[in-house]
Structures are given as structure tokens and as C-alpha cells.
Nanobody, 124 residues
Framework: VQLQASGGGLVQAGSSLRLSCAAS????????MAWFRQAPGKEREFVGA???????RYVESVKGRFTISMDDAKNTVILQMNNLKPEDAATYYC???????????????????WGQGTLVTVSS
């Protein structure tokens, strides 16, 4: 499986940005796709995830601002980020894991496939 993340850039605080993650290669019937982010000097953290059935979850800090969606073909995941804050600045990574369950979908160890990362910079 190959994951290609795109959509990062430099925006002002309060702006919106849309990240995409396109998956190719093997297909899975049951999976989660997730977004993680890593700011300089910090550990990578969970942002949000969506299951093959459309169930989603988010880290508390982005609830109400970020939305994850998946296309009908289930091979592209979108992270719509609204009202961006300087603390959202990071490199964002998409990930995919087969047979991940909701309870553990926030743990990066559950994901076997990772995209290359896309940089989001938010100016204040």
C-alpha cells in the first residue's frame, strides 16, 4: 500500500486548509485511515481517524474544527481543517491500518502504512 499525502501549506491563523491522502495498492475490507501530526521537537500525535464504515474520531484539541471524510471508493481520505491555530502547525502524516478497531485507532502502532507527510504552517 502506498499513501500519498498532499495539501499542506502556509496559512494565517483562522484560515482553512484541506489535506488529502490517496491510497493505492492493496485494498482492505476493514480498515482505519488516520492523520497524525508532529511539530518540531514534539512527539507525533494522533489527530483523527475514520473507519471503513465511516466512523470517525478526533483528538480533543481539533474537535469542531477538523473533519475527516472518505470518498466513495474508500481510497482517498480528506482532512478538512478550519479555524487553524498556530499550535496546529506540524507535519501531517496519513496512515492506514487493516483490522484496526475503534478503541485502538488513536495509537500509531496500529498502522502499518504511512504517507510521506505534508507540512502545515500557521502564522499568527
Amino acid at each position: 500500500v502506498q499513501l500519498q499525502a498532499s495539501g499542506g501549506g502556509l496559512v494565517q491563523a483562522g484560515s482553512s486548509l484541506r489535506l488529502s491522502c490517496a491510497a493505492s495498492g492493496r485494498t482492505f475490507s476493514r480498515f482505519f485511515m488516520a492523520w497524525f501530526r508532529q511539530a518540531p521537537g514534539k512527539e507525533r500525535e494522533f489527530v483523527g481517524a475514520i473507519s471503513w464504515s465511516g466512523r470517525s474520531r478526533y483528538v480533543e484539541s481539533v474537535k469542531g474544527r477538523f473533519t475527516i471524510s472518505m470518498d466513495d471508493a474508500k481510497n482517498t481520505v480528506i482532512l478538512q481543517m478550519n479555524n487553524l491555530k498556530p499550535e496546529d502547525a506540524a507535519t501531517y502524516y496519513c496512515a492506514m491500518g487493516e483490522d484496526v478497531i475503534y478503541y485502538s485507532s488513536r495509537f500509531e502502532g496500529e498502522y502499518d502504512y504511512w504517507g510521506q507527510g505534508t507540512l502545515v504552517t500557521v502564522s499568527s
